[in-house]
């Protein structure tokens, strides 16, 4: 029977996950960073199916019934070991931490920027391709259309905490991966991550942005501006709630039990 990995032993493995992703090639970088957005709108795609199939019979259980078919999005990204933006906070920020002579600050914003940048193509370029008339069910294209509006009529205030709890589960991930070693294990850390992010709905920035660019392709009533100020909100939520809730306490309860243990 395989014993649970301590704390400790969990940001020795983030240490060592970081140092893999931080030292990627541009070109390794660009790719897996491109191919994590076009793989996680298969999750939004499958969201807007299912809840346009289950609605009209049962209402709002098609909320649960979207959320259980967007899980899958993330277990794409997770056996595919693709670079989603935010779930490589904790990884990297592990190893700038241990690292004895610099921050790594140019690193890791070359990640950062790398990644979202060619998340948000990537996704949107797929979007932009599904998004011609007759490429969906029917149904599928309103239900897409009403969560875009439904995003950008939400409260900055609503939108902001949403995002704080989007980037800690998202986090959450990174830290628990690292915790399993089985390949079944990982993928149901990651069905189970994604359905809650969807149940929320909490707000991961990409997942979000490409929802939004989804309702712009297909007639929703949303503005270059609503787009620009989610933009903002939930990438500033993303990183309080991934960074500051998850990353930088898991980073604070290591060191205070190795100091603790001399």
Excluded: C
Excluded at 40 to 56: D, M, N, R
Excluded at 109 to 134: C, D, I, K, M, P
């Amino acid at each position: 029977m395989s014993v649970a990995p301590d704390p400790a032993e969990i940001f020795d493995r983030a240490v060592e996950e970081g140092e893999r992703r931080l030292d990627q090639s541009l070109l390794e970088l660009v790719s897996t960073s491109f191919i994590a957005g076009f793989t996680v709108v298969f999750g939004v795609v499958a969201l807007g199916i299912v809840e346009a199939a289950v609605e009209p019979r049962f209402g709002e259980v098609a909320t649960v019934a979207g959320a259980l078919a967007f899980g899958p999005g993330l277990v794409f990204l997770v056996v595919g070991r693709a670079e989603l933006f935010n779930e490589n906070f904790f990884d990297p920020v592990a190893t700038a931490v241990a690292a004895d002579d610099s921050w790594l600050v140019g690193p890791l914003v070359r990640l950062w920027t790398v990644t979202f940048a060619l998340n948000l193509l990537g996704g949107g370029l797929l979007v932009a391709v599904l998004s011609v008339e007759g490429a969906l069910p029917t149904g599928a294209p309103h239900v897409l259309a009403r969560t875009a509006e439904e995003i950008v009529a939400r409260t900055a205030a609503a939108e902001f905490v949403k995002a704080i709890t989007g980037g800690a589960l998202v986090s959450l991930l990174s830290f628990l991966l690292l915790a399993v070693d089985s390949v079944g294990s990982r993928i149901t850390v990651a069905y189970i991550v994604g359905v809650l992010l969807t149940l929320g709905p909490f707000d991961h920035v990409v997942v979000t942005i490409l929802h939004v660019l989804f309702g712009a392709f297909l007639g929703a009533d949303v503005s270059l501006g609503a787009l620009a100020v989610t933009t903002a909100v939930v990438t500033a939520g993303n990183l309080v709630g991934g960074l500051g809730l998850v990353t930088l306490s898991h980073v604070a309860q290591v060191r205070g039990a190795r100091e603790d243990g001399g």
